[in-house]
């Protein structure tokens, strides 16, 4: 997909961007397949998980995150219902390239501001998703320099680029729960310790304990939102004990998993 047509809308200078609502009553989960268009896009979930692949990069959002990916970034999406809150709701705001210039490069997942999340509650107002006026044009503005300025949070994984690393990455992020250590991993890729840190840095921005951090955490967060209990999904991942699993939880995301499942971040 490489069209840059909303329904009859097409993103220009005078038409910047397009606010869609998206809802289901339903437990149903939804799939978005690959795809790529000139626009940035964020995504904004209020009811339920996005789990977004854009490039080499994977973002869990849960609610009160969102999501940029860039222009003609090729990405896809899944969204999952909460089994204690039914349904899904969020927001899907596409801008065009104009308006993109000055955001990250890369997909980030970013933490909205009390400000932001007022001034998306006043663009779902828009008729038909756009702004009407000069009016809606400024907040417009205000709500893209929140955007550039927001916290990004460590709930994304980049995957390395070099084959080998990337195939014990992909291990790792299938079975986030597996302790293998650096020594056993460097024997099996048939380098130093020192070479496999080194080059895993380099190509993710993290070293191998902190992404296994960010996978467990990224899965927990599935499965939380699944329904599974806070004490399976700790052991499930690994966790020796519970307390450490929600002491890990809490520090990054600021909320307990129990609260966290049940829809109160």
């Not at 940035?40 to 609610?63: F, H, M, N, S």
């Not at 596409?94 to 955001?103: E, N, T």
């Not at 007022?118 to 008729?127: D, T």
Request: contains cysteine; hydrophobic residues 40%; charged residues 20%.
């Amino acid at each position: 997909m490489g069209s840059n047509y909303y329904g009859e809308k097409r993103l220009t200078d005078e038409m910047p961007v397009i606010v869609s609502a998206q809802h289901a009553d339903h437990n149903t989960d939804r799939t978005t397949h690959t795809h790529h268009h000139p626009e940035g896009q964020l995504y904004i979930p209020l009811q339920g998980v996005i789990v977004v692949e854009a490039g080499d990069v994977r973002q869990v959002l849960p609610r009160g995150r969102l999501g940029w990916i860039p222009p003609n970034m090729p990405h896809g999406a899944s969204a999952h219902a909460n089994t204690f809150k039914p349904g899904l709701a969020g927001y899907t705001i596409h801008l065009a390239p104009s308006l993109c210039a000055d955001l990250p490069a890369q997909s980030r997942v970013m933490r909205m501001s009390p400000l932001a999340v007022s001034l998306l509650e006043r663009m779902c107002s828009w008729p038909q998703g756009m702004p009407a006026d000069a009016a809606g044009r400024r907040l417009l503005t205000v709500f893209l320099d929140e955007i550039r300025t927001a916290d990004e949070e460590p709930l994304h994984l980049t995957m390395p680029r070099h084959p080998r690393l990337q195939a014990m990455a992909a291990a790792i992020a299938d079975h986030p729960a597996d302790e293998t250590d650096l020594d056993e991993w460097a024997a099996r890729l048939g380098w130093s310790r020192r070479t496999l840190t080194r080059h895993f840095r380099d190509q993710t921005g993290m070293s191998l304990v902190e992404w296994r951090q960010v996978a467990r955490l990224q899965k927990g967060m599935e499965l939380l939102n699944g329904g599974a209990s806070v004490t399976t999904v700790a052991l499930s991942l690994g966790y020796d004990s519970v307390s450490s699993f929600i002491a890990l939880f809490r520090r990054i995301l600021g909320v307990t998993p129990a609260r966290f499942a049940q829809f109160d971040t």
